[in-house]
């Protein structure tokens, strides 16, 4: 697998070998992938992200560095590799990578402008408005992050997973788990490459997009995958996103 910096690294997920990104789940369906993109940048770093208009795509703040080129792909009408540059991103201010790296509540999001927009086949997502969870709550994530540490050959391929709500150490973190396994041994989970993925909420057959994917354990709690996922609820910062796309020369989709 090619080697992200060494911060994205350590936060989707560096260790042991577990169960997998969203543990050996198939590929996503296609009412799902309609809504997602790789992200790669220059220093060979990989994440995911979302589409929440054309040209604009949310994701995970500590996927991006200052003065780091990035693109994100796409798949033309060929199934072929489209590769489409990002003309600006902004992190949220409030965003602070050190208490990232130590799995506490920060602003974890960040706006990418596409250079051009997105093919016809992307739709994209609505962003929730649910601020508040109850544990129990499923919600389902999905990225193209690798399916364990000893095999990355399906790289690249987008899955999703049913996960389970286990704690909310905060109305600013969520923690996610395999519902099967509640964390306590590995499982479905998010891995390296599905940072700044989407959580979705299933509301009445649509998908609202509630918040991003920002880190992952092992089952022990340690670096790995396969444990607890860690999400941002983004409806707290639907002011700061819908400002910057403006200043960007874009809209999101209401």
């Known amino acids: 697998m090619r080697r992200a910096p060494a911060a994205l690294v350590l936060l989707v997920a560096l260790g042991a070998p577990t169960g997998a990104i969203v543990g050996d789940a198939g590929p996503a369906d296609e009412a799902l992938a309609r809504h997602v993109v790789m992200i790669v940048g220059a220093r060979r770093s990989a994440c995911t992200g979302t589409a929440i208009a054309r040209d604009l795509v949310l994701t995970a703040a500590h996927c991006l560095a200052p003065g780091t080129r990035y693109s994100v792909l796409e798949r033309d009408p060929g199934r072929r590799p489209k590769q489409t540059r990002v003309e600006n991103f902004q992190r949220h201010p409030d965003f602070d990578l050190e208490t990232a790296l130590a799995r506490r509540e920060t602003a974890d999001v960040a706006l990418?402008?596409?250079?051009?927009?997105?093919?016809?086949?992307?739709?994209?997502?609505a962003i929730g408005t649910r601020d508040f969870f109850l544990l129990g709550d499923r919600l389902l994530i999905a990225g193209f992050g690798i399916t364990g540490f000893r095999n990355d050959r399906d790289f690249g391929t987008l899955r999703s997973a049913l996960l389970m709500v286990v704690r909310h150490p905060s109305s600013g973190q969520l923690r996610l788990a395999d519902p099967s396994r509640r964390g306590d041994t590995a499982g479905l989970g998010a891995c390296s490459g599905d940072s700044g993925g989407p959580v979705f909420e299933d509301s009445g057959g649509r998908l609202a997009l509630v918040a991003v994917v920002s880190w992952a354990t092992d089952?022990?709690?340690?670096?790995?995958?396969?444990?607890?996922?860690?999400?941002?609820?983004?409806a707290r910062f639907r002011a700061w996103i819908d400002g910057t796309a403006k200043t960007m020369g874009s809209a999101v989709a209401p």
Do not use: N, Q, S
């Not at 089952?219 to 983004?234: E, F, H, K, W, Y």
């Open 112 to 125: 990418l402008k596409l250079a051009e927009p997105l093919g016809a086949k992307f739709l994209p997502a």
């Open 219 to 234: 089952a022990r709690g340690g670096p790995g995958c396969g444990g607890l996922t860690g999400v941002t609820p983004v």
